[in-house]
């Protein structure tokens, strides 16, 4: 893997040779991911061309402003990811970038409350996967990408208490930047869901 | 790849992408153009937060994911991916509402 001539190869052609951050193997289960959001966008975008009437009419009873806020809350998780990188490339102290983490956490976890709250409401209105194709796609799209969302939060966890414990620096980030890209691929995913599913009619 | 290539502070990426989220919610909430009865999607609501979505989701894979500064393979990849899949779903979208 890259890991161990990426850094060096970095060090002796500069900032300007081209660098993958992160682990080649996370970047290829980052495009399988891709991939599978990419084919369940368009079904759900076929789907809806077959009854746009039901679809939309479906689609009101979503809270748009808690989509916009879970929006505002993954893109400021994801950017305090970018900031907590960018404190370990530069080799600053490792409580600064582990606080950076601590409020991506916060955000991952406010983002869990929302949508929490949200499906709580779809449940106790009785919606479920076989209420309608609308709610088939809304459910299984957003709670895939809610599952990643998790599973983001563990890993995020996991950074955390590693970056608290100085196990990255400047020239051994990989375990970092592997991580944070993959909460950007969850960021990058919802940046799409949130206009298909709550704003587009 | 030639000169040393800058990505943008992440302080300067999450203010562009707050204010694109602020323009997505704005347009779902107050509407773009005609939207057409119910039923026939505004084409100019579709196109607008596309276009954000796609903008939104560059600033992401360049600065966040920092493929700017990766093999060109990979920005192709990632890139193109985020194009396909907004202009896949504009295609079907426009169709549907012709």
Same mark, same amino acid.
């Given at each position: 893997?890259? +890991?161990? $001539?990426?850094?060096?190869?970095?060090?002796?052609?500069?900032?300007?040779?081209?660098?993958?951050?992160?682990?080649?193997?996370?970047?290829?289960?980052?495009? $399988?991911?891709?991939? $599978?959001?990419? !084919?369940?966008?368009?079904?759900?975008?076929?789907?809806?061309?077959? #009854?746009?009437?039901?679809?939309?009419?479906?689609?009101?009873?979503?809270?748009?402003?808690?989509?916009?806020?879970?929006?505002?809350?993954?893109? +400021?998780?994801?950017?305090?990811?970018?900031?907590?990188?960018?404190?370990?490339?530069?080799?600053?102290?490792?409580?600064?970038?582990?606080?950076?983490?601590?409020?991506?956490?916060?955000?991952?976890?406010?983002?869990?409350?929302?949508?929490?709250?949200?499906?709580?409401?779809? %449940?106790?209105?009785?919606?479920?996967? +076989?209420?309608?194709? %609308?709610?088939?796609?809304?459910?299984?799209?957003?709670?895939?990408?809610?599952?990643?969302?998790?599973?983001?939060?563990?890993?995020?966890?996991?950074?955390?208490?590693?970056?608290? $414990?100085?196990?990255?620096?400047?020239? #051994?980030?990989?375990?970092?930047? +592997?991580?944070?890209?993959?909460?950007?691929? !969850? #960021?990058? !995913?919802?940046?799409?869901?949130?206009?298909? !599913?709550?704003?587009?009619? | 790849?030639?000169?040393?290539?800058?990505?943008?502070?992440?302080?300067?990426?999450?203010?562009?992408?707050?204010?694109?989220?602020? *323009?997505?919610?704005?347009?779902?909430?107050?509407? =773009?153009?005609?939207?057409?009865?119910?039923?026939?999607?505004?084409?100019?609501? =579709?196109?607008?937060?596309?276009?954000?979505?796609?903008?939104?989701?560059?600033?992401? =894979? *360049?600065?966040?994911?920092? /493929?700017?500064?990766?093999?060109?393979?990979?920005?192709?990849?990632?890139?193109?991916?985020?194009? /396909?899949?907004?202009?896949? =779903?504009?295609?079907?979208? *426009?169709?549907?509402?012709?």
């Amino acid at each position: 893997m890259n +890991s161990q $001539a990426t850094p060096a190869a970095q060090t002796l052609a500069g900032d300007s040779a081209p660098v993958l951050r992160g682990d080649l193997a996370v970047w290829i289960f980052i495009l $399988a991911e891709l991939l $599978a959001f990419g !084919v369940f966008f368009l079904a759900y975008a076929f789907a809806r061309a077959g #009854d746009p009437v039901a679809f939309d009419a479906a689609q009101a009873g979503l809270d748009r402003h808690a989509g916009a806020l879970n929006t505002l809350l993954l893109v +400021s998780s994801s950017a305090a990811v970018a900031q907590a990188a960018k404190r370990v490339h530069r080799g600053a102290a490792a409580a600064q970038a582990a606080r950076w983490l601590l409020v991506a956490i916060a955000c991952g976890l406010g983002f869990v409350l929302v949508k929490g709250s949200e499906y709580a409401t779809h %449940f106790a209105a009785g919606m479920e996967l +076989s209420s309608s194709t %609308f709610a088939m796609f809304y459910l299984a799209l957003t709670g895939f990408h809610f599952m990643h969302v998790l599973l983001g939060l563990t890993v995020l966890t996991v950074l955390w208490v590693r970056t608290r $414990a100085g196990a990255y620096g400047p020239r #051994d980030s990989n375990g970092l930047d +592997s991580g944070a890209a993959y909460w950007h691929m !969850v #960021d990058l !995913v919802w940046l799409i869901l949130f206009p298909l !599913v709550y704003v587009m009619r | 790849m030639k000169s040393s290539v800058k990505t943008l502070p992440p302080a300067v990426v999450w203010s562009l992408l707050v204010v694109a989220t602020g *323009l997505t919610f704005a347009a779902g909430e107050f509407g =773009i153009g005609s939207a057409g009865e119910a039923g026939h999607p505004g084409p100019a609501l =579709i196109g607008s937060v596309l276009l954000l979505a796609g903008a939104k989701g560059t600033l992401v =894979i *360049l600065d966040f994911m920092d /493929l700017r500064r990766a093999p060109l393979f990979w920005r192709v990849v990632v890139l193109g991916w985020l194009a /396909l899949v907004v202009s896949g =779903i504009l295609l079907v979208y *426009l169709k549907g509402s012709a």
